[in-house]
Structures are given as C-alpha cells and as structure tokens.
C-alpha cells in the first residue's frame, strides 16, 4: 500500500476511534449513572439547588470547599516524597509476601490491617467534612435533603443495570 493510501485510511479511522471513545464514555462527563448513586449523602449540585440555601450558606458551603480543597493541595505537596517512599515500601511487602515459598497469613493480615486503618481514616475525614457541610443546612432544609437523597436512591434502585450474559431464571 502506497504511503498517500495509508494516510488517507488514518485520517479517515483515527476521527472514527476518537468519536467512539468519547461515545462509549458518554461524551465530556466520564461519569455514568452510577455516580449518582453511590451510598452516603450526594452532595450533587442539583441536589443543592432545590434546598434553597441562602446567599450566606451558599457562601459557607464555597468557603468549605476552597478550604478543603486547599488542605488536600497541601497535604500532597508535603507529603509526595513520603507517599512515593510509603508506596515503594508497601509494594516491597507484598512482593515479599507473594514471592516468599510459604505464605505467611500474619504478615497477610498486618499488610492488610495497615490498608484498612487507611482506609478507615480517609472515610473519617469525609464524613467530617459532610457533617461540616450538612451543619449549615436549616433543619428544614436537613430534612428535605434526606427526602431528596431517599427519592434519588429509589431510582438507583430501580435502575440497577443488567449483567451481560445469558439470563439467569
């Protein structure tokens, strides 16, 4: 095949794979449905809307937001030299563990302990910043909040997508 040929089958198939992608994952938003519905409070603009918030709580909220966000800037520019070595360390240990002729289930269960206390502490820090934010709402506003919150997850409930494959009976 002559190169002119090539490049003209590459520009007509490269548009075509670019525009399926961005087709598969729905456009600009990657999100699907199913961020919507994950459990725990949805703090979805949409959402936020329909609470009314005054002028000052929509202020309190914005200045929450920066504040967090400025902390986790921060927090991972202090600390990169010290997750990288932490993330070095951790890999160093599973493969140790995978590697070693006999399993040991202790060190198993240390590696994985020390995962979940991470994991506990990151779901510590964002129920407290949820907690912060749901302070500034109104009880009224609360309680409206956990109507709109069960009525969204009614409908993740009545959206729960299909497995591939043959259909089980």
Same mark, same amino acid.
């Given at each position: 095949?002559?190169?002119?040929?090539?490049?003209?089958?590459?520009?007509?198939?490269?548009?075509?794979?670019?525009?399926?992608?961005?087709?598969?994952?729905?456009?600009?938003?990657?999100?699907?449905?199913?961020?919507?519905?994950?459990?725990?409070?949805?703090?979805?603009?949409?959402?936020?809307?329909?609470?009314?918030?005054?002028?000052?709580?929509?202020?309190?909220?914005?200045?929450?937001?920066?504040?967090?966000?400025?902390?986790?800037?921060?927090?991972?520019?202090?600390?990169?030299?010290?997750?990288?070595?932490?993330?070095?360390?951790?890999?160093?240990?599973?493969?140790?563990?995978?590697?070693?002729? =006999?399993?040991?289930?202790?060190?198993?269960?240390?590696?994985?302990?020390? /995962?979940?206390?991470? #994991?506990? $502490?990151? !779901?510590? @820090?964002?129920?407290?910043?949820?907690? =912060?934010?749901?302070?500034?709402?109104?009880?009224?506003?609360?309680?409206? /909040?956990?109507?709109? #919150?069960? $009525?969204? !997850?009614? @409908?993740?409930?009545?959206?729960?997508?299909?497995?591939?494959?043959?259909?089980?009976?």
């Amino acid at each position: 095949m002559k190169m002119s040929k090539k490049l003209i089958l590459a520009s007509v198939v490269l548009p075509l794979v670019i525009s399926s992608n961005a087709f598969a994952f729905g456009g600009k938003d990657h999100r699907g449905s199913h961020e919507e519905c994950r459990p725990g409070p949805g703090f979805d603009r949409g959402m936020m809307k329909e609470l009314d918030l005054t002028d000052a709580q929509k202020d309190q909220f914005k200045t929450l937001r920066q504040a967090s966000k400025d902390e986790m800037k921060q927090r991972f520019e202090d600390n990169a030299e010290q997750r990288d070595e932490m993330r070095d360390e951790r890999a160093n240990k599973i493969n140790a563990l995978l590697m070693a002729d =006999k399993f040991d289930p202790a060190k198993a269960t240390a590696i994985a302990q020390e /995962f979940s206390n991470q #994991q506990v $502490e990151r !779901q510590v @820090d964002m129920l407290s910043k949820q907690h =912060k934010m749901l302070s500034i709402l109104t009880p009224e506003q609360k309680a409206k /909040f956990v109507e709109l #919150q069960k $009525e969204q !997850q009614e @409908d993740c409930g009545n959206d729960k997508p299909r497995h591939k494959g043959k259909d089980r009976k």
